[in-house]
């Protein structure tokens, strides 16, 4: 707000004289008259910088730099039900640097970065002699998600295959322990939000079905109703596992509401349709599956299913015809 002198308050201010090298007389009431003949001149709805600068102030939006435009999946906070026990601790020869877990849930150092961690499945593999736990984790800043799949072998943990949106399919040697049990029990989660997608990966594989479908670029999977955008990230050939041939479609699907690590299998045998499996979606926990009419052709273009052990067969759901 601007303050108006009265004329005889400007007259009796005193001249002052500069100092230094500014030896030219100037009066402060010339000055200050001058200032005010201005004022008085200027348009009354005109704004100043820092008028300015506060209107925008008070105007602007109060919006934090890390909005929910970045959210694939919403934060994770709840209790996960599971016919599963795991305490598990150990580290392996090359990328996964540690897994903790307790309960089922803790910490993964993966690649030189800390997950959190649940053991959200498991298989039991008794052909070969392992028993399998799945790992979803996701990092922190919610910048990748992953899946490591534990080779339990009675209370050692030898291998292990890990996987994620940077990070092709790939095992190792693993040293350390696994504590586990066919009974129920209850995993704490708690999970950032996240905040990435899988790049751009062609998996080799079209898909055509009103179910499931994709292209190449961009595709979309519907399960129970809800239909999610497909971004498949890796790919396993097991032409030559036991109780092959199938190929695996590792993949994210993204809801409006949630996102869900999924797997589509494909058989050689029949490629009029698709079985989704092995599913969990955050922040819900749901585990959608089914196995949906379409055509599908290709084979995966991924990098070859690492040597070493080989993945179980996963259980084999029929298609449903139409109308049943």
């Given at each position: 707000m601007v303050s108006t002198l009265a004329a005889s308050e400007v007259a009796d201010v005193p001249a002052v004289r500069l100092p230094g090298r500014f030896r030219g007389m100037c009066h402060l009431r010339a000055v200050l008259?001058?200032?005010?003949?201005?004022a008085a001149c200027a348009d009354p709805g005109a704004k100043g910088p820092d008028d300015t600068a506060e209107a925008d102030a008070d105007t602007d939006?109060?919006?934090?730099?890390?909005?929910?435009?970045?959210v694939v999946a919403p934060a994770t906070d709840g209790t996960l039900d599971l016919p599963f026990a795991l305490d598990a601790e150990g580290a392996?020869?090359?990328?996964?640097?540690?897994?903790?877990?307790?309960?089922?849930?803790g910490t993964l150092e993966l690649d030189g970065v800390t997950h959190l961690a649940v053991a959200y499945q498991d298989h039991d593999w008794v052909e070969a002699g392992y028993h399998l736990y799945d790992v979803l984790s996701i990092p922190e800043d919610?910048?990748?998600?992953?899946?490591?799949?534990?080779?339990?072998?009675?209370?050692?943990?030898?291998?292990?295959?890990?996987?994620?949106?940077?990070?092709?399919?790939?095992?190792?040697?693993?040293?350390?322990?696994?504590?586990?049990?066919?009974?129920?029990?209850?995993?704490a989660v708690s999970f950032p939000a996240l905040r990435a997608r899988p790049a751009a990966f062609d998996?080799?594989?079209?898909?055509?079905?009103?179910?499931?479908?994709?292209d190449g670029t961009t595709g979309h999977v519907r399960l129970d109703g809800v239909d999610r955008a497909l971004h498949p990230f890796n790919t396993v050939d097991c032409t030559d596992c036991p109780g092959g041939p199938w190929l695996e479609?590792?993949?994210?699907?993204?809801?409006?509401?949630?996102?869900?690590?999924?797997?589509?299998?494909?058989?050689?045998?029949?490629p009029t349709y698709v079985q989704v499996y092995y599913t969990m979606c955050l922040?819900?926990?749901?585990?959608?599956?089914?196995?949906?009419?379409a055509n599908w052709t290709g084979a995966p273009s991924g990098p070859p299913r690492p040597p070493g052990l080989r993945?179980?067969?996963?259980?084999?759901?029929?298609?449903?015809?139409?109308?049943?």
């Open positions: 008259v001058t200032a005010l003949s201005l939006t109060d919006v934090d730099a890390d909005t929910d435009a970045d392996g020869a090359d990328r996964l640097d540690g897994v903790t877990l307790l309960d089922a849930s919610g910048s990748n998600l992953a899946v490591t799949y534990l080779y339990c072998q009675d209370d050692a943990l030898p291998y292990a295959y890990t996987e994620s949106f940077l990070h092709p399919m790939d095992w190792e040697a693993t040293t350390g322990t696994c504590d586990g049990a066919a009974a129920s029990s209850s995993a998996p080799g594989v079209r898909i055509d079905g009103e179910e499931v479908a994709y479609v590792h993949s994210l699907f993204e809801g409006d509401d949630d996102a869900c690590f999924g797997i589509l299998y494909l058989y050689p045998d029949d922040p819900t926990f749901a585990r959608p599956t089914g196995a949906l009419t993945r179980p067969r996963p259980p084999r759901i029929p298609p449903v015809a139409a109308g049943e």
